[in-house]
């Protein structure tokens, strides 16, 4: 269940083996060079469906359905999650930091990805 600091997702049983796969994972994920770490989701992901029968899935309010990710959104989803157990200061989230500039809050520019 892709939802963030929602109480389902985080007692969703299918959350918790993902939760335990990052956690087996990002040390293997951060020796891993760049080139291999797209095949080393892919073999999480794998796993994941294979052996746990996992899906991906996120709520659309639009709709009021729920929707299932495809094949590149379930990598990103894993592969921001393996960089967060690397780096636990990316779990902050930028609404929780204090604002102590002079006038409003800057704007969050939108990241695009390279060719």
Known sequence: ??????????RHPG?????????????Q??????SDKKRLT?????ALEHDHQARFVKYRAEDENWRT????EKREKLSHALRIALDPTLRI????VPWDGPGPRPRRRKMTSLP
């Open 69 to 72: 990710l495809t094949a590149s």
């Open 29 to 34: 994920y951060r020796a891993t060079d760049k």
């Open 42 to 46: 892919r073999r999480i992901m794998g």
């Open 15 to 27: 959350n918790r083996i993902y939760d335990a796969f990052i956690q087996h994972y990002f040390k």
């Open 1 to 10: 269940v892709c939802s963030r600091n929602s109480g389902i997702s985080s």
């Open 93 to 96: 989230r930028r609404k929780s």
